[in-house]
């Protein structure tokens, strides 16, 4: 049996949500107010969920200062008072739904973590919208 | 790999737990103060978790503005300010705990949303006691 | 300069708004869903604060525990898993406002605690309203 | 003695930190990240609490579902999904600190609320940073 | 398809993360601050899961007042202010890590609930770190 | 009329309530397990309010990011990860209540703010127990 390890963390940022291939009233039909032009924001919430088996000398499954920090560095850096649009290569082509965005921190993070463990992203976009990504 | 996308809505009911086949007394000793006749309330909080592949074209496993519509259209406006015991079919001899109520929520909305997508709900009833169903 | 202590307990209770002066008609216009005849509920979040100088051997305002306590037994025990209107004497002719319970609920506890000690009540009758009374 | 009662609505918006007398290097120095060109983004969580007598007859001091609809018509349709310097007038040349945003949203709902009663705005920026405005 | 029912209970303790096969220095550099001579502490919450099949008679899955009375009698009673490497059998040999008191209050816990019941434990050490055991 | 600017931050520490000048009886009696010999611990969370007029160039009341600093340079550096009666000077002969502990850190602080600034400190020891300094 495994043990899961999490930990949370934060980044503000502006975004819009809008599909380059479509007209804009369509746009505005199907994303309504997030589609604004001049974009709104967010205070994300991230929580990365580690799962392995814990060191026999230390306890851990993965020490969470390590963790903060590797977030921190990798998550933290790039989005953080950033317009997830305009600022950032990942969102230049793809709509940073909240799904797209926990799938692109989980392929992030998923090279600097030790493959024997599982890695799972829950992202929340306001208090009442949140994903999970893998969910099983 | 498939994505969860989650919605948080909320309702206030009053209700009461009691079984119609047992003795006054034995419905007191079991349920306790929860089958006090007058009934009690709380305010439900309602997770409802819907999980599958992102769309293409949007990014959106499923529409966070929908996900809340069908809520308030299915679920609130069904719940909201009623008597669970009283006001509605769905408890008028099924026990309201928890447990029912999580479980009356999967199947109205279970019927409303693409067999592709899983659907989970989560129902806190305080802060302190809360469901889940299905629970893997 | 003083000091306030503070402490949160719960009561989860069921009530509704009605005025016996008034016809069902303007009850519904007035008060709206929280009219329903049959009741609806609450999760009722209590804080209480309590505001003095510090006892020179305790270092304490209210020792807490004792303020638990006496929240749990003046309180907590006449409210939880009652129907306010039809269980509790305080409320048979006044209507169970949220500014009339944390008035209610501010005359029981001012009476047990020293007059040298300010008392304040604030209410949560859900995450989104909430009252405190006295408001300066 | 007065009462109070507070009623919590939200707002997602982008925003930046910026002022046009100042050279582009030290409007960096001051306001570091939130003076990011492309903007950044909130959940705003504002509180309005209004204070005076409960009305006799209703027990309210103000109708918390009153309360909600004044703050949706004139704030959050204002402000929601908006990019507060772009899409405001009111911020068009002021500042939107969380302090310059309390007070504007202050002003816009004291001339809406009866005299008689007092007006308080409390703002969380993020869960870690909140304003008060008028703090006493 | 099963139903989880969840309980959540606190306990607040100190602690200090020391491997005693470790140099002092190692266990500075591996630990940090955790590693603090004279101890530190937390508000550990922790929620039980038990998951099975609700009761015909009750609708229950696992009544909730007997669950938190298992809880307090089983690990509150044992953890709650004390120190977990001084005062406790179960860490004086095994580094209380978030991971380790999670394990170790399932194995307690596992022994009082019914086999055909499953039990999760999740564990907060703060706001920000949290694990789970098991982690599927 | 002022604006309040609030900056929460956190802290985990060890304590324990003791009256060196009582018998342990007395002190057992007085204080209950918050007495216990080795130590019990919080994760303290702390809010720093200071109140003024805004800068007419900044917008600011007082810079939550100088704020933040302020606070981890002084109070959290100082507390973090310690035995409050053991590892600092400020709780070798004061009993660290809440209410000790909350005017420790408005005493360190306000020599550090311009006393033209108001300054309040909120300290929650627990969920339930909290306190304020200075209240009026």
Chains 1, 2, 3, 4, 5, 6 share one sequence.
């Not at 007209?23 to 991230?46: I, M």
Request: hydrophobic share 35%; aromatic share 10%; glycine share 2%.
């Amino acid at each position: 049996m495994k043990v899961a390890i999490c930990r949370k963390e934060n980044f503000n940022a502006a975004h819009r949500l809008h599909n380059p291939d479509w007209s804009d009233e369509k746009n505005r039909t199907v994303f309504g107010k997030c589609n604004n032009p001049n974009y709104h924001g967010h205070n994300y919430e991230l929580i990365v969920k580690v799962t392995g088996q814990p060191d026999a000398e230390t306890g851990f499954v993965y020490d969470a200062s390590q963790l903060k920090e590797l977030i921190r560095e990798n998550i933290t850096k790039k989005f953080d008072h950033k317009n997830l649009n305009l600022d950032t290569d990942e969102f230049k082509k793809l709509n940073p739904t909240a799904e797209n965005i926990a799938m692109v921190i989980w392929h992030i993070l998923r090279s600097k973590i030790d493959p024997k463990l599982d890695l799972k992203i829950i992202l929340y976009e306001t208090e009442r919208n949140f994903v999970e990504f893998p969910a099983n």
